[in-house]
């Protein structure tokens, strides 16, 4: 059963930086992006930033010079560095991966699978 398990949110002030990882386990036979999207208190949830699995990247205009996104292929990892953060930035972060399942019959299926979310707060 494929996991994607987040870590790394928190409480944090104004300019200060956190760091976000997910890892995905159980069953990957690979991925091809991975991002991460957030969801604002009453408000939907959108795109902060992706990575394909060749390193190409995509960041929301809001966080373009202060979010970083990487990945580690052979750990299928991701991990978003967030550095000079605003209270605008409060939400809730999921992480996100379009992979390709492995079955024990060898046969594969290709999905979008998502974390549980992880609160990032940025208040003084």
């Known amino acids: 059963q494929v996991q994607l398990v987040e870590s790394g949110g928190g409480l944090v002030q104004p300019g200060g930086s956190l760091r976000l990882s997910c890892a995905a386990s159980?069953?990957?036979?690979?991925?091809?992006?991975m991002g991460w999207y957030r969801q604002p208190p009453g408000k939907q949830r959108e795109l902060v930033a992706s990575?394909?699995?060749?390193?190409?990247?995509n960041y929301a205009d809001s966080v373009k010079g202060r979010f970083t996104i990487s990945r580690d292929n052979a750990k299928n990892t991701v991990n978003l560095q967030m550095n000079s953060l605003k209270p605008e930035d409060t939400a809730v972060y999921s992480c996100?991966?379009?992979?390709?399942?492995?079955?024990?019959?060898?046969?594969?299926?290709?999905?979008?699978?998502w974390g549980q979310g992880t609160q990032v707060t940025v208040s003084s």
């Open positions: 996100n991966a379009d992979l390709t399942r492995l079955y024990s019959g060898g046969s594969h299926s290709r999905g979008d699978y």
């Open positions: 990575i394909t699995n060749g390193g190409s990247t």
């Open positions: 159980g069953g990957i036979f690979s991925i091809n992006a």
